[in-house]
């Protein structure tokens, strides 16, 4: 946590995503839209990284989950089904004087320090006036506060009308719980098994803020893991997690204040803090995911929703947060939301859902014992506050990401760039690289200028050629995070770098 304690800001990281092509504001030249932004060359590559390693975490390493891909704009009657329709809102205020629009509850956590998650509109009306909060942008008095439902709206073909109203998605989740029978039909699955789908989502949130963390596109990848309910605690790999332990902060610990104590997931089950085995095991599971892209476990925490913070479809929800220097803040839930989508889809449309369960010999309405839902932007943000270092005896940052994630795996430099048969050899090595991972060939500047380069921007591995490599066919590797460098021949270098990427050294 050095980095992290220097306080790197959002800023500050915002800064260094747009110079070195991460991410930039959205349609800039136009001054930009809140809560929109553009991956750039190096962005897209991450992002892709990240999404391709929860799908092989997900679904190709498991056997009892599959995927899908749905659309983003579904029938309406789905949100109405959901309760989104109805319960998606947060509260606003507005001022008076300068008509700026605000998130009630954001602006009373600001000044208090207060959770204050599930209150009313009249409630947090009451806490405005009794703590005088006023509007942040000119000190005006603040309206009654409203609630605002936070889906995107649009129509359907040429008319606009009434009847063709429809709402870009505020989860995937959705077209999981309308496709579950026919995904279990085709793919021949039993209880339990699980749908994983990554796509976009939309919220038109009222105050986009902090960058990535809350924006109004952003993607979502999430599992709807699903049981017959007699099984809640039936769950075949607890024995794989039952031992890991992890920071956690329960519902009680809040209410009491305390802070966040590290615990394994035997004793949060035996306590019965966490409500089910299989509950348990897949908040471990992701957390061990987490920590696999790179996060550290004491930047990791997991958080149980007070019962009056819960979402309308939710039992029981933890929520793993990571330690941003704007405070823990949540990447990820993971909610029981039991069997209440699907009833009520099987109510709004009058379709039989259930599913046959061949161990009990019945039809059983598939029961959601666990939704790991994870925001990629904000994993992204993460990953970027745990990897970026200001390393001050090199004099430049270095970006120290898994090698399995950096955008460009290795450079190919040759020493000097006014030697035809040095130029000449690079450029073959860069060719037979290029067809396994993704290179830049580098020719412009000092070798100490191209190294610093793709530090900053996370490439674990240089190749340098040099006037050795002409005779010898071989070549230097320089390693990102140790600087040392190793002696490889040529035809060598792909085997392994494949074997150090696997191996997550740099
Ligand atoms: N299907 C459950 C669901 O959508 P959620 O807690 O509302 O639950 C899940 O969202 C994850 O989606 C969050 O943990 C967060 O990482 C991400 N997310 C939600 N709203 C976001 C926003 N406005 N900007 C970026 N990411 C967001």
């Given at each position: 946590m050095k980095e992290m304690e220097k306080k790197l800001t959002i800023n500050e990281i915002a800064t260094f995503c747009k110079k070195k092509g991460f991410i930039f504001p959205s349609s800039e030249i136009y001054g930009g839209l809140s809560g929109f932004f553009d991956y750039g060359p190096l962005g897209v590559e991450l992002k892709n990284n990240l999404k391709q390693l929860w799908w092989k975490a997900?679904?190709?390493?498991?056997?009892?989950i599959v995927g899908m891909d749905g659309s983003i704009i579904l029938n309406p009657r789905v949100w109405v089904a959901s309760g989104h329709a109805e319960h998606f809102e947060d509260v606003l205020v507005e001022c008076k004087k300068c008509h700026q629009r605000f998130r009630a509850d954001q602006l009373i956590e600001e000044k208090t320090?207060?959770?204050?998650?599930?209150?009313s509109p009249e409630e947090l009306h009451e806490l405005i006036v009794a703590k005088g909060i006023k509007c942040p942008n000119c000190g005006g008095e603040l309206s009654e506060p409203k609630s605002f439902n936070l889906m995107f709206k649009t129509y359907v073909g040429p008319k606009q009308t009434k009847e063709n109203v429809a709402y870009l998605r505020p989860e995937t989740a959705q077209s999981i719980f309308t496709e579950v029978k026919n995904i279990m039909e085709v793919s021949r699955k039993k209880l339990p098994f699980g749908i994983a789908q990554i796509g976009k989502s939309f919220r038109n949130e009222i105050s986009p803020r902090n960058f990535l963390f809350r924006s109004r596109e952003f993607e979502q990848a999430e599992i709807e893991y699903f049981i017959n309910?007699?099984?809640?605690?039936?769950?075949?790999?607890f024995n794989e997690v039952e031992n890991y332990k992890m920071l956690a902060l329960t519902e009680d610990m809040q209410k009491r204040g305390n802070k966040e104590k590290e615990m394994s997931v035997k004793e949060l089950v035996n306590k019965g803090v966490i409500k089910s085995k299989w509950q348990a095991y897949w908040i471990s599971f992701e957390h061990k995911f987490l920590v696999r892209v790179g996060l550290k476990p004491e930047h990791l925490r997991i958080r149980q929703h007070l019962s009056i913070e819960r979402a309308h479809y939710s039992l029981d929800t933890w929520d793993i947060e990571y330690k941003f220097p704007f405070g823990w803040k949540e990447i990820e839930g993971v909610s029981n939301r039991t069997t209440f989508d699907i009833k009520n889809h099987m109510k709004e449309?009058?379709?039989?859902?259930r599913v046959f369960d061949e161990k009990y010999k019945e039809k059983t309405i598939p029961y959601v014992v666990s939704e790991p839902s994870l925001g990629i932007d904000r994993l992204f943000l993460a990953v970027l506050f745990e990897a970026y270092e200001n390393n001050e005896k090199r004099g430049n940052i270095v970006l120290k990401l898994k090698p399995f994630l950096s955008p460009i795996k290795a450079a190919v430099l040759p020493l000097v760039s006014n030697k035809e048969e040095l130029m000449k050899k690079a450029r073959e090595v860069y060719n037979s690289l290029k067809k396994d991972f993704n290179v830049v060939f580098d020719k412009s500047g000092s070798i100490g200028r191209r190294y610093a380069r793709e530090d900053e921007i996370g490439t674990p591995f240089c190749i340098t050629i040099d006037f050795d490599s002409l005779k010898n066919n071989d070549a230097t590797i320089r390693f990102r995070d140790s600087t040392e460098q190793e002696r490889v021949a040529i035809k060598e270098i792909r085997d392994k770098i494949t074997s150090l990427i696997r191996n997550d050294k740099c």
């Open positions: 997900h679904v190709h390493e498991r056997e009892d320090g207060e959770n204050v998650d599930g209150k309910e007699k099984d809640l605690n039936n769950c075949p790999y449309s009058k379709k039989d859902l």
